[in-house]
């Protein structure tokens, strides 16, 4: 396996992993206003900009799928995947609270592993600049892809309830439910208290069908899920609760549903009673 093989072999999954983009970002335009796009362009311009990048996404993805140009190509999805890195760490320090709108709904903030995925995506679109032939003509190269698809699943947040809840689940049936698995930062007890007295909880407590269901940590955050029903389509409610910012207002929820992952509800402004 050569090295001009594995170039080659880029641009399937580039293009693969952008459509999943574009189409998430085209099913789903309101997730524009859980991102930073707000704030960097202008709320009455954040979903306009939302579905042009989809539009690009689209475009650069078709290129390298049928390239007629390879290193062209190439170079639009470096500059495409240098922009996505660069937005994501402006929304990590400047919206912290934003969320990703990568390629599928998702309640979660913009953390590490958005921000490393991008970072993947920016290697690998470096990667296929040498590639001289198409994909098809790659050969044993096509194996790196997956490796690289598996890492992309790995730091893919939207992915997590496919392959990562189940993997803790399975550990908790394994273990005592709490074994090892407390904050060192605070109690599970502690942190549901807090969720109990938030306007967050009193906006879809008619909603939950449950006692906390899961929960994780990740960098600054907490996330704990519930059973839901909305509308009456079965649902998770996942609120996320900052390790640092103690205020009742800080805390944030989104109400996910079951089988298509996409948000129903995300109360937009929560205030105190």
Not at 41 to 65: C, D, K, P
Not at 164 to 173: A, D, E
Request: one cysteine or more.
């Amino acid at each position: 396996m050569g090295a001009g093989q594995v170039a080659a072999a880029q641009p399937l999954l580039i293009g693969l992993l952008l459509l999943w983009s574009s189409y998430g970002k085209f099913a789903d335009p309101q997730q524009a206003e859980r991102t930073a796009l707000p704030r960097l362009v202008g709320e009455s311009r954040a979903t306009g900009a939302y579905r042009a990048v989809a539009g690009i996404e689209a475009l650069v993805a078709l290129a390298l799928l049928f390239p007629p140009v390879w290193t062209v190509e190439a170079f639009a999805a470096v500059l495409l995947a240098a922009g996505f890195t660069g937005f994501l760490v402006y929304s990590k320090i400047v919206v912290p609270e934003a969320s990703c709108g990568c390629m599928k709904a998702s309640a979660k903030p913009v953390g590490g592993r958005a921000i490393a995925r991008a970072s993947l995506l920016l290697a690998t679109a470096m990667a296929a600049v040498p590639a001289t032939t198409g994909w098809w003509s790659a050969g044993p190269g096509l194996v790196v892809l997956v490796v690289e698809a598996a890492a992309f699943m790995m730091l893919s947040a939207e992915l997590d309830r496919y392959w990562l809840l189940p993997l803790r689940r399975f550990r908790i049936g394994l273990s005592h439910p709490l074994a090892g698995t407390a904050s060192s930062t605070a109690p599970l007890a502690a942190t549901q208290r807090r969720v109990l007295l938030s306007p967050a909880y009193r906006a879809v407590d008619g909603l939950l069908r449950s006692d906390i269901h899961d929960y994780w940590d990740d960098e600054d955050w907490r996330y704990l899920s519930y059973v839901a029903r909305y509308d009456g389509r079965a649902a998770t409610a996942v609120f996320a609760v900052p390790h640092r910012n103690t205020t009742p207002e800080s805390i944030r929820v989104a109400v996910v549903d079951e089988t298509s992952g996409l948000t129903l509800y995300r109360p937009a402004v929560l205030a105190t009673v």
